[in-house]
């Protein structure tokens, strides 16, 4: 049996990096076999996963000593269970941070100036200037709900760009920026930004009652946990108009079902949890997990 399971993708470099040490499986489609996966678990020490594959139950009981977390989320992993059993977890804190805060800097200039879905009506020559005359960056105010490591490089590339920042996360101990209450940072930014995790209590956190108090003109980006907004009510703030525009990176359920309840809503951009996902992010994350677990094996 191998030493080290992998059942979504890393790079390369740091897959072989292991196999020099360790006898390594390396199968990034493992994710969508999920009966395979805890028939050949039993037996290695260590799993590596990204944010797909579901860690917890039979697999818990496997025998594995260590879970690698390629990313930073642990929402699909039994931190609990894992405790329980003594299974350590090695999430990549902070491998790609600059990665999410560039994917929420660029989403927010594009939902803004919204611009950037007229390929088909310039190429036909219908040239639509005065209907896309948006809106930029400097002098706006980015509001970010929660301010964690991947905020703060928000705010800082944020306040390159000439934005006022201002945030809200009751366990923030200090801050280099304005601290808020929630409705009150609904109501005075332009791009609303999320960067909470998943729990009981941010659950649905954007709901109905939240986006009621968004200021006119107002985009909101997610690139945090999908479930953090209400979907249902995201996609009826975005027809109705109550909200101008908005990114979502992660989703309630991934991959997103067909006929949801997102689809053909306007002035909403859709990308499949790629927000921490660069050339350059996945070099740092995969290292830094593989030496992780390599020091808990020879530890």
Known sequence: MP?????????????????????????PGLVDRPDELAAMLPGARALIVRNRTQVRGELLA?????????????????????EARGIHVYPATGANDAS?????????????????????????????????IGREVGGRTLGLIGYGSI???????????????????????EADVELTDLYGLLGRADVISLHVPLTSDTR?????????QVRK????????????????????????GRLAGAAL??????????????????????????AGVTEESNVRVSALIAERIRAHLTG
């Open 100 to 132: 999410v805060a560039e994917y929420v800097i660029a989403t927010a200039m594009m939902l803004l100036r919204g611009a950037y879905h007229s390929t088909a009506e310039v190429a036909a020559g219908t040239w639509p200037r005065q209907a896309l």
């Open 249 to 274: 990176d992660v989703f309630e359920d991934e991959p997103l079902a067909g006929g949801s309840v997102l689809a053909d809503v306007p002035n909403l951009i859709l990308t499949p949890h790629i």
């Open 151 to 173: 905020a703060r490089k928000t705010a800082a590339r944020a306040t390159a760009l000439g934005m006022r920042v201002i945030a809200h996360d009751p366990y923030a101990q």
């Open 204 to 212: 649905h956190l954007i709901d109905e009652e939240a986006l009621a």
């Open 3 to 27: 030493d080290i399971v992998i059942t979504e993708f890393m790079d390369e470099a740091a897959v072989n990096d292991l196999s020099r040490e360790f006898d390594v499986l390396y199968d």
């Open 62 to 82: 496997s025998g594995i000593r260590c879970v690698g977390r390629l990313g930073v989320g642990l929402d699909n992993i039994d931190v609990d269970g894992c």
């Open 217 to 240: 003109g107002a985009v909101l980006v997610n690139a945090a946990r999908g479930g953090v907004v209400d979907e249902e009510a995201l996609a009826t703030a975005l027809r109705t």
